[in-house]
């Protein structure tokens, strides 16, 4: 699980998007940023989440925020998850996982009592000057907006 915490200067990152456009850290300078890390495109819980996210962006927006989608999925797997739903908003394709370690979120899970590696569903919520605003670990994907807003 992640060690960054509130107040932690956000990791600076750098990747690729599902149309092959490049976002880092630097890109939001002076912007509000949501990046949000799901375990796999159009799975049932990562669906439920960036569709809830979609749902509010307007919200969101008024708020100030711009919002990142992070998985460890490729481009074509992101492109066609934020095609399917239309999601206003890019996603990453994180495929070497360099974003995915630099915020910690890579590590053990149980499932159906196995375990494996794999994407912890982690949010940060950064502020204009790079300093992490919330971590939410236990996201509700259903209610993830009301999440952000309400902090």
Known sequence: MTSLKVGDKAPSFSAVDQDGNTHSLLDYNGKKLIIFFYPKASTPGCTAEACNLTNNYNELQNN???????????????????????????????????????FGVWGPKKFMGKEYDGIHRTTFVISENGILEQVILKVKTKDHADQILSL
């Open 64 to 102: 100030g925020y711009e919002i990142l989608g992070v998985s460890a999925d490729s481009m074509k797997r992101q492109s066609n998850f934020r095609n399917k739903y239309s999601f206003p908003f890019p996603l990453l394709a994180d495929e070497d996982k360099s974003v995915i370690n630099a």
